[in-house]
């Protein structure tokens, strides 16, 4: 309690955060603002306000975004200031089937290779156009979670090193985050080639698991700070001189993890590749298409690394980059929030696609795959065809 007290307390109230907060934006609320949500926090910790349903919605509808911490003068640390009163509060706090489904999923290796061959049947056998005629995603409400999905490949056995392929620069270990694993093996081959290819050796540890955001988000910090351990002790190899994420959202949680060693490591790939000095232009095939870049909030307010796959992609010749306008903020999809805060999501996401869709791109890369999914499914029910992947990707299709 006193450290939330702690934490509330800085914040003096001067509003300057409010212009950057997407949901205070759409609902001109100041109980959906920071400054609202910081000060019901404040009230509740006083003692002045009793626990609701209500108090913990207007918490809820925070995204986690961090555009408000970004720009907070007295910086208030709101990220660690949300996840402490949801901890206190989880006992009042509901929680879906889908976001249930997706934690077990991303926590069990058994559970999340059976996911993978229910996936494949699912999608191969026809069941998932039987099921959705018959609305049945909808009625076990899991619709959300239906739309999601991206069409089945078949995954790559991994190996746990990969040697560089290119003069030595150093050894990296590759996180690759329960959803990669599940449901984006091109962005995972794609790094390996990638790194490979710019001379670096990668290690994929067997051990690795879920970065624990959705836990630590829902406020079960038992379970994150055990699913921190044991990442840690899977990345613990003392000769890595980086720990490589494709996920923007696993990275800024990492980054943030109580275990410094680990944490200071922690970087994205696109970020990475520049930061080392690796210049591939001469090893890339021209792409004459213009690249609408999405920059995740994770990578941008948290990590705070958003200059790298910009620079990295402008390596490929003929690329033509259009970086989206800085008015436009969270696509909505916010780790489970676009399954649990549907509306919201789509609202902020139709912003997006409106600004992404003005210039008619070729493709649309993301950092982060819960954007990547959330915008793709967003083009699919619009019946627009525009490829959306990871920026590592459309590197590694160039790549000669
Ligand atoms: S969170 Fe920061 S920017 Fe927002 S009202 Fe408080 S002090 Fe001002
Ligand atoms: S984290 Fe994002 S949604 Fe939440 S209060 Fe801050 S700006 Fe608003």
Redesign the pocket.
Known sequence: MNNLLADADICVKCGL?LP?????NKTQSEN???RG?IALIQAWAGGHLETSKKLAEHID?????????RVCPAVVP??RL?NNFREQISAERDSTLAVSLLKSVSHNKTAGRLAQSGLRFYQTSGLQKTARLLGLPGLLRLDKIDHLLPDYHEPTPLAPHYPATAEVRGNVGLFIGCMGSLLDHETVDAAIKVLTAAGFNVYVPEQQTCCGALDLHAGDNETFRQLAATNCSAFADKSLDAIVTIASGCGSQMQEYRQAEFAGKVVDISQFLIKSGCDLSDQLLPLSASVCLHTP?SLK?VMREEQGAAKLLQQIPGIKMQPLPATI??CGS?GSYMLDHPQMAQALLNDVLAAALENQPGYLVSSNIGCALHISAGLRERGVELEVLHPVALIARQLK
Do not use: D, K, V
């Open positions: 955060c950057h907060c997407p949901t205070y959906e603002s920071p949500r509808n925070c995204l986690l975004c961090r555009s408000c911490e709101y990220g949300i909030c307010n903020q969270c916010a």
